[in-house]
């Protein structure tokens, strides 16, 4: 093999390719040759250098703060979304439980319909069914006022549920006649309900500084 051959077959096997010719007679002309041995170094210290140069970096500091910055923030936005959706959906539940009291008092208030012990406390049982109704219609209509509505709401069924209980201990009345007071009991739950993810939805976001930074 010439010289030319040896160090072609040498510059394939720096490159990680075939070197078509056998490594011990490439080994025994680098033993004879000094012309190809020191062009072998050279070709190696090429090779090295160009292997181990340094690589541009582009510089992702600004895009991977900004990055950890806008996290909290989608979180809060996602938060704030799923708070107003679960608003939404209580309001339309107030509004419909509020609606079908309406619907079965004002027939006993306005035309005694149903009315057949006693006609006067039908009534006003029915105008205290009415009033009650109009005060969730407007907690549906204007969640940020429910607080105020809460604590009737709350006291009225806890009542009703008590002296349910007490009667149907008693024996003075049946289960079938109590199960209405559940009514108000749900209303209760949901204003409830309603009260606790009215004030967050309503409340916009602030961004949190840190103590010290302005």
């Given amino acids: 093999m010439t010289c030319d051959d040896v160090r072609a077959a040498l510059s394939a096997r720096l490159d990680g390719e075939d070197p078509q010719a056998a490594p011990a007679e490439l080994d025994a002309h680098l033993g004879g040759c000094s012309g190809c041995r020191v062009w072998l170094a050279r070709a190696e210290e090429v090779t090295r250098l160009v292997r181990v140069q340094a690589v541009e970096v582009p510089d992702l500091t600004a895009s991977v703060l900004a990055a950890v910055a806008a996290d909290p923030l989608a979180a809060g936005r996602a938060r704030e979304v799923a708070l107003r959706a679960r608003r939404q959906v209580l309001r339309v539940a107030v509004a419909v439980a509020a609606v079908a009291q309406l619907a079965t008092a004002l027939p006993i208030l306005l035309a005694g319909l149903g009315v057949s012990v006693d006609p006067h406390t039908s009534r ?25 509505f809460l604590p009737v709401a709350l006291v009225l069924a806890a009542c009703l549920a008590g002296t349910s209980a007490v009667d149907i201990a008693n024996s003075t009345t049946a289960l079938v006649h109590e199960i209405g007071h559940l009514a108000a009991v749900v209303q209760a739950g949901l204003l409830w309900a309603l009260v606790r993810v009215g004030g967050d939805a309503e409340r916009p976001l602030r961004p949190t500084l840190a103590p010290g930074r302005g």
């Avoid at 029915?126 to 407007?138: M, P, T």
């Fill in 124 to 148: 006003e049982m029915a105008s205290f069914d009415v009033a009650l109704a109009v005060g969730f219609v407007l907690a549906a209509w204007r969640p940020e006022r429910a607080r105020a």
